[in-house]
């Protein structure tokens, strides 16, 4: 691993329940020892990628990033075009619905509007959407270039409950019976009494930049409601891919 991609691969363990990291924490989320650590985050911080706090010594992501994700979203405005959709399918379907982006090798919500019952499923800013369970993550695979779908069927798959796809044949047929079905499901195979569908949103070459995806409680997830579900969530993809110059994917 070259010392650029060592750097850039420190800002993805900050998310919205770990903004801040101290040096020891950072060395250890990493694996990484502190020398190296430490020379890394200077490396950042020069650019302004990450900043650290005068008092407490903890380093945050820089205000680089959002001047870049600023200029990111002037030019492919994903949130911007995909908001309207995401408030009337979460007000329409009751539940929370969140939109998710590639970047690199990571898929992570980058929109999230929140249902309205005090029994809801909640999902965070930038939190990150394993691929072989969640169905984010499967409606992305199944709408993707095959390099890129190939390289994730041959790493490790992730198991955070129960229900977590290990097993890379399965792995492979659930994509296939999402992409014959037009969206994934998930029946709590990311978080425990949780059930989701989701369907890829295209770019204007065809593949997946990202997912669209209906959160709820696995107490209002019955048949009638997941299949409604995954209707509405298929037309809202469709709807933010043609606002995005997306076509039909030829995989």
Do not use: W
Not at 110 to 118: D, I, K, N, Q
């Amino acid at each position: 691993m070259s010392t650029v991609v060592k750097a850039l691969s420190l800002l993805d363990h900050f998310d919205a329940r770990s903004p801040e990291f101290g040096l020891v924490e950072m060395a250890k989320a990493a694996d990484l020892d502190k020398a190296t650590t430490r020379r890394l985050l200077v490396a950042l911080a020069s650019k302004g990628f990450i900043e650290q706090d005068a008092t407490t010594r903890r380093y945050r992501l820089g205000a680089a990033l959002v001047r870049l994700a600023r200029l990111r979203e002037a030019h492919f405005p994903l949130s911007d075009i995909a908001r309207p959709i995401v408030e009337a399918l979460c007000e329409s379907s009751g539940e929370t619905v969140h939109v998710s982006e590639i970047a690199g090798d990571v898929l992570a919500s980058v929109l999230v509007r929140e249902s309205a019952f005090a029994n809801r499923v909640s999902v965070d800013i930038g939190q990150k959407l394993p691929f072989n369970c969640t169905a984010s993550g499967l409606a992305f695979l199944s709408a993707v270039q095959e390099a890129f779908r190939a390289a994730v069927l041959k790493g490790p798959l992730l198991k955070v409950t129960p229900n977590s796809i290990t097993s890379a044949a399965q792995f492979k047929k659930q994509i296939e019976e999402t992409r014959a079905r037009g969206y994934a499901l998930s029946d709590q195979g990311f978080e425990d009494g949780v059930v989701s569908v989701a369907a890829p949103i295209l770019g204007p070459n065809g593949s997946a930049v990202g997912a669209i995806s209906i959160a709820s409680p696995a107490v209002r997830a019955d048949a009638g409601a997941i299949k409604r579900h995954g209707t509405a969530v298929k037309e809202a993809a469709r709807r933010i891919s043609l606002s995005l110059g997306g076509r039909a994917a030829a995989l």
